[in-house]
């Protein structure tokens, strides 16, 4: 991916804001994602094993969290995110039982390469004033 297009493009400015999605998190959840998932760690769905380890209590997957941002993404553009969304991230702390998972993004630039024009973006998911994820997304815009 080479050359920066500009301030402006596809009707985005850098700087722009994607829309904020707040996603409450259950055990019931975690416990449905476990299954799903086929990981079955008692971490995430026993409480007296958890209250043995450092967390002192369930953590949802991280997968189960990141698919919130998936979700922010697709929400703000689906087309764009399914046909060249991609995620560079971290996981920087656990999300709890009933925890509040805010997804927050902004555009810091455009992208040209061989696969077409992407917004990129600096995102996160945020319980609180903690930063659960933290990272880059990038989405395909339309071709200009």
Same mark, same amino acid.
Not at 86 to 96: A, E, H, S
């Given at each position: ?7 402006? $493009?596809?009707? =985005? %400015? ?28 008692? $971490? !995430? ?7 043995q380890t450092i967390f002192r209590r369930?953590?949802? !997957?991280? $997968? =189960?969290? =990141?698919?919130? $941002?998936?979700?922010?993404?697709? *929400? ?10 991609? +995620?560079?991230?971290?996981? +920087? ?10 997804? %927050? ?13 992407? *917004?990129? @973006?600096?995102?996160? @998911? ?11 997304? %990038?989405?395909? =815009?339309?071709?200009?």
């Open positions: 991916m080479s050359g920066n297009t500009g301030e402006s $493009l596809g009707g =985005l %400015r850098i700087g722009d804001a994607i829309p904020e999605r707040r996603y409450k998190v259950t055990q019931e959840q975690i416990n449905r994602y476990a299954e799903a998932s086929g990981d079955r760690n008692p $971490l !995430h769905t026993d409480p007296e094993f958890a209250k369930t953590i949802a !997957h991280g $997968l =189960l969290t =990141l698919s919130f $941002l998936s979700q922010a993404m697709a *929400a703000w553009d689906w087309k764009g995110w399914a046909a060249g969304g991609g +995620l560079d991230i971290t996981f +920087l702390g656990p999300v709890y039982p009933d925890d509040e998972v805010t997804v %927050r993004g902004t555009v810091t630039a455009f992208e040209v390469g061989d696969e077409g024009v992407y *917004a990129v @973006c600096d995102v996160a @998911c945020v319980v609180n004033d903690r930063t659960v994820i933290a990272g880059t997304a %990038r989405r395909r =815009l339309e071709e200009a």
